[in-house]
């Protein structure tokens, strides 16, 4: 059975020792939700220590990174590569969230082409994309969105299907000061989104999970899970405490079952 994904980014968030006790708290917990897959995306920093609960825990959390650079090694100060992120031996690798895009100018050729390191090392990319505000006011979302999908799917193959995500996550919905998309809205675009993968992958397109996120929160949570095409649940704050996540996983499950 296809299983609803359950994840966070923390961003630049938590000590070391906040994210290792965030971690023991949380494996106890997301055994209790069996439909569920659930991950986190620590900073680097963490990665290793964390990983080494997980497997002393032997639990099935998956672990991804926030970045990472496309090449194998090289002249690129401040950059973290594909073998080094292998050596920790990660599921996820988080590419093109839209504070990459904004801050560190991470444009949908950059995204492709760490999308395609990510797959030739064995991981699973998510890519992120969404629209601004600006955007969405002059009626072009749709055209920005299937623009940076189908640039960051380039040469990427229906073999790869199984191996990647996409979280679909409007600019103006994320973070501090963001506003949560209203529910109908994000059934239009995720149905969109479905059909630019089917015109890209054929009946296989259906296959690639399609997350939602920007202001998850246990108010909206359980509407969002509910619709035809959103295949999982990407949350930045409302999931920062264990517990706080535990309620969303509650609600979720009201509606997954
Ligand atoms: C995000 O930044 O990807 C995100 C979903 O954050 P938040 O839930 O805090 O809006």
Redesign the pocket.
């Known amino acids: 059975m296809k299983k609803f994904l359950l994840g ?2 923390w ?1 630049m968030n938590k000590s070391l020792a906040e994210a290792i006790n965030y971690t023991k708290q949380l494996m106890p917990i997301i055994k209790k939700y069996e439909s569920f897959d659930f991950f986190i995306i620590p900073p680097y920093t963490h990665l290793w220590k964390i990983k080494e609960e997980i497997q002393t825990a032997n639990s099935l959390l998956k672990l991804g990174a926030q970045n990472m650079h496309e090449e194998d090694f090289g002249q690129f100060t401040g950059e973290i590569s594909p073998l080094m992120l292998k050596e920790i031996g990660l599921d996820i690798i988080e590419l093109g ?3 990459r895009r904004q801050y560190f100018n991470e444009t949908d050729e950059a995204v492709n082409r760490k999308a395609l390191a990510a797959l030739k090392h064995g991981f699973n990319p998510l890519i ?1 994309i969404g629209e601004k505000l600006e955007n969405k006011n002059y009626g072009v979302s749709k055209e920005m969105l299937a623009k940076q999908l189908k640039i960051a799917l380039t040469d990427i193959s229906a073999a790869a299907i199984g191996h990647f995500w996409i ?1 679909y ?1 409007p600019v103006w ?4 000061g ?1 506003t949560p998309a209203e529910t109908p809205y994000v059934n239009e675009i995720h149905n969109f989104l479905r059909s630019v993968l089917i015109e890209r992958y054929g009946k296989n397109g259906d296959d690639i999970p399609l997350l939602f ?5 246990i108010n909206n949570a359980s509407d969002y899970a509910q619709l035809e095409n959103v295949d999982g649940l ?6 920062w405490e264990p517990q706080l996540f535990e309620e969303i996983m509650q609600s979720v499950k009201t509606v997954i079952g």
């Open positions: 966070t980014n961003k969230h839209s504070e992120c979280a996550e919905a994320i973070g501090v963001g996120g920007g202001s998850v929160n990407f949350i930045g704050r409302s999931a």
